[in-house]
């Protein structure tokens, strides 16, 4: 099969077919990722000096998203989506005044169970447009973004976890 320069993406002369609700769908899932970004990097910006370990997560799955982003950009390119999303970043709930503030603590446990729920609901969606995909390359794609995120997840329980016992 003719490829291009970018990896496992059709030649010019080969364009993937999805549904239209599929690619509407793609399409608001590269949104969600950029809030995500957002969210991470927020998050990682705010705990960095009093909670280290938990800022570092939020670093490490940040960077995880942006790939989620760029995988998904990617894939509408080849599916013919030549336009970019419109993207509304969501504004943060959360606010410390300062690094000594004691309610830094509970503000991680809340911004960890937000990110879960994000995360969980996240992989539920991925896999359920991974089930209504027609290519094997957007299956392929959704199906591991679903896997991440549930990996994400996992990751945020753990420390969500282990900060209750602190």
């Not at 690094?99 to 446990?109: G, T």
């Amino acid at each position: 099969m003719e490829r291009n320069n970018r990896k496992g993406a059709p030649s010019q002369n080969q364009t993937l077919r999805e549904s239209p609700a599929l690619i509407r769908e793609l399409t608001r899932a590269m949104v969600d990722e950029i809030n995500a970004i957002t969210q991470y990097t927020y998050g990682q910006i705010l705990l960095q000096k009093t909670l280290p370990v938990v800022a570092d997560l939020f670093s490490s799955i940040a960077r995880t998203e942006m790939r989620h982003y760029h995988g998904l950009g990617g894939l509408l390119h080849d599916l013919g989506v030549s336009h970019a999303p419109n993207t509304a970043i969501r504004n943060t709930a959360y606010t410390v005044d300062t690094e000594s503030d004691p309610q830094q603590l509970s503000v991680a446990r809340r911004m960890l169970n937000d990110r879960i729920r994000d995360e969980k609901n996240a992989s539920e969606t991925y896999r359920r447009l991974a089930e209504s995909a027609v290519t094997e390359q957007t299956r392929g794609l959704l199906t591991s973004l679903s896997g991440d995120e549930a990996g994400h997840a996992a990751a945020l329980a753990a420390m969500e976890k282990r900060l209750a016992f602190s």
